[in-house]
């Protein structure tokens, strides 16, 4: 039987649609839901053309953000969610909706934590004057892209023009595989939190009939 997945999306949702394409329509996982705190965010007309349903939750809709929060686990778990992916979601889930969830949200970062958390990292690791960048998948804590790390991929080298276009382009082309793959080992159970160290992030290898 699928990992039921639910998505969170706030934009584009151009990961959302490399989930589509891939571990979704392969049958690996079953994209059950895709949620959005922005009405108008175009993800939710990809969750619409690939028949999945879509909810919204805008925070200015609720008393306040924990109340928001609290409809939006009660949506995700009334879908029966086992694993909470966010993709391009541009809001910090408050402590007792990660609480909640403990050890079932992953997010996907377009720096090489714990470089450049939080908002513009892209801008903020260009500005710095990295020479490596890369992408990160990890697991959700209550802190600001702080939970232990799945996998990171890194690109190099930087371009020295500082073309944010282009370092976005390869971000995302990252991106596009990177979140699949690790959709893919949580699937097949084949990541655990190290229970003599919760920084440290297990990935089993692959058996032989995998």
Do not use: K
Request: proline fraction near 6%; include cysteine; aromatic fraction near 4%.
């Amino acid at each position: 039987m699928s990992l039921r997945v639910g998505v969170l999306v706030s934009g584009e949702g151009s990961n959302l649609q490399a989930l589509i394409d891939t571990v979704h329509s392969e049958g690996v996982v079953e994209i059950v839901c895709v949620g959005s705190n922005n009405p108008e965010a175009h993800g939710l007309e990809r969750a619409r053309e690939a028949g999945i349903e879509r909810g919204v939750f805008a925070a200015s809709d609720y008393g306040s953000r924990e109340e928001r929060d609290a409809a939006l686990g009660d949506w995700l778990e009334q879908h029966g969610v086992e694993l909470v992916v966010l993709a391009g979601f541009m809001e910090l889930l408050r402590p007792q909706l990660v609480r909640r969830l403990a050890g079932r949200i992953i997010n996907i970062h377009p720096s090489l934590l714990p470089a450049f958390p939080g908002v513009h990292p892209i801008e903020e690791a260009l500005d710095y004057g990295v020479q490596v960048m890369g992408v990160t998948v990890h697991f959700v804590d209550e802190g600001v892209d702080s939970g232990p790390i799945i996998l990171q991929e890194a690109f190099d080298p930087v371009p020295y023009s500082r073309d944010i276009a282009a370092v976005e382009r390869r971000v995302h082309e990252i991106e596009h595989r990177l979140l699949p793959q690790a959709v893919r080992l949580v699937a097949a159970g084949r990541v655990r939190i190290d229970p003599a160290n919760p920084r440290r992030v297990i990935v089993e290898e692959a058996s032989d009939g995998d």
